[in-house]
């Protein structure tokens, strides 16, 4: 069987660095799901800042998630838990206990693209045996550390790539991207700027 890549266009722009890759690390020093008051936050994060500071580009990680394409229209992205706690990054003083929600975000997008894809797929009648789609997306840890208000506090570049085992043509696989990128919920809503309301309100 003849293996097909295909690549989704970034959504955000492409860098012409390598991307740095970051995985799950007991970090003894940070923190994790107990309470902490705003001085440990501080301790924990001080050294962090300074080093961000001294060296920018020690602030900057690749968050990944991958999915694999399941039997009828279906995507499996792995979460790592049945609860989706969610805490701190280690870039950011975590203790890499607890999930990420960067990395929630693009396991959101990599099921979402699957799913889309697989559907696509299946309407148009191209036989796709299986594969893989993988969200990957970068962030500068200065922005949301307040430490540069020039740095963007969110993902500034995502990339998605599909990885086939297919044996449609160039042509099919073409129409397969458009179509997936198009409709994909997920990916649309991150490459577009949908309305968005932040309230707060204090519970009696």
Known sequence: MRAQCARLRSVRASFDRPARGWHPVQMSSGIG???????ELRSVQAPL?????????????????????GEGISCSVQTGRALAAAGLHPS??????????GDMLLEALAACAGVTMRSVATSLGVEVRGGS?????????????????????????IRVRFDLDTDAS???????????????????TIAGTPQLRVEAAAAR
């Not at 799901?33 to 001085?39: A, C, F, L, S, T």
């Not at 001294?54 to 999915?67: E, F, I, K, Q, S």
């Not at 160039?170 to 649309?188: F, N, P, S």
């Open 133 to 157: 789609v993988t969200a990957e997306g970068e962030l500068d840890f200065r922005g949301t550390l307040a430490i540069d208000r020039d740095v963007p506090v969110g993902f500034r570049a």
């Open 49 to 69: 800042k300074d080093r961000y500071r001294a060296d920018p580009t020690a602030a900057v990680v690749t968050l990944r998630a991958t999915g694999t394409l």
């Open 92 to 101: 950011t003083g975590g203790d890499g206990s607890l999930l990420c929600s």
């Open 33 to 39: 799901g107990e309470p902490v008051d705003r001085d």
């Open 170 to 188: 160039e042509g099919d696989l073409a129409t397969l991207l458009r179509l997936t990128e198009r409709y994909c919920v997920v990916l649309q």
